[in-house]
């Protein structure tokens, strides 16, 4: 309150016909960065016919536009990073990208380097052979499911981020997640990682012009149309190509 009523003071005493007085309310008010305040400064600083006057408000008004930097610099290094309309990500939704992409690459390096991804792959592709050679395709498939079932439970972690914990967590996503497999080939990391960042990426540029509900709608549309086209998707693998 006693702040409130300074400033009313102060931006009467820009009013006075002593230049000290306006002095000394200038001072005060460039202190504050009230919208009212710039205005009445920046008129001041343009319309004033004394020049000490102009000049103070001129120098009040270069110190609140640096204090508002200041603030909108601070507020991007708080909540995270902004381009306008254009972009915005929190450093929440920055922190489960890089999460998403550890676990990805993760997930590879466990394909493609370890004994069990040997063992995957190697079922994956022919499983009557793989088994004649020795692989325990039993073991390896129940393997396969904690792998599967831990890295669900990842993405669970990340999806608590933005959203409550509950039973139903995660439903909305059973059918993005469905569509993405399918479009970049089922068993294929690279191309479940290319399918969904493509997919999620051109949902949410229509969205701004269709809407949401209609831009979800012309993405199962364009799947349903590309897999008539391509039935193993973008990255099928050899395996499964041959055989069919």
């Known amino acids: 309150m006693r702040a409130a009523l300074e400033l009313a003071i102060a931006l009467d005493d820009l009013n006075a016909e002593a230049t000290d007085t306006r002095l000394v309310a200038i001072s005060v008010l460039g202190s504050s960065l009230e919208p009212q ?3 009445r400064l920046a008129t001041l600083a343009g319309q004033g016919k004394d020049p000490t006057v102009v ?3 001129r120098q009040a008004l270069s110190e609140i536009e640096l204090r508002l930097r200041l603030n909108a610099g601070a507020e991007t290094l708080f909540f995270g990073l902004s381009l306008g309309s254009v972009l915005a990500l929190t450093y929440s939704r920055i922190a489960i990208l890089v999460f998403a992409i550890l676990v990805f690459f993760g997930l590879l390096l466990i394909l493609k380097r370890t004994t ?3 063992q995957v792959r190697a079922l994956s592709r022919n499983r009557a052979m793989a088994r004649a050679m020795g692989v325990r395709s039993a ?3 129940a393997l396969a499911f ?3 079932a831990g890295t669900a439970g990842l993405a669970g972690v990340a999806l608590s981020q933005l959203t409550n914990v509950g039973p139903n ?3 909305a996503y059973i059918i993005d997640s469905f569509m993405v497999v399918v479009f970049g080939g089922i068993g294929n990391l690279w191309g479940t990682f290319i399918g969904g960042l ?3 990426v051109a949902n949410k540029f ?3 012009w269709v809407g949401t509900v209609l831009a979800k709608i012309l993405v199962l549309v364009f799947i349903i149309l590309f897999i008539q086209r391509r039935p193993q998707g973008l990255f099928p693998q050899r395996g499964r190509t041959l055989e069919t």
Do not use: C, K
């Open 55 to 57: 000049v103070a408000a």
């Open 146 to 148: 904690g792998l599967g």
């Open 139 to 141: 073991r390896v498939d």
């Open 206 to 208: 229509m969205e701004p």
């Open 116 to 118: 069990l991804g040997l």
């Open 198 to 200: 493509t997919l999620g």
């Open 37 to 39: 305040v710039r205005n």
């Open 169 to 171: 967590m995660g439903q």
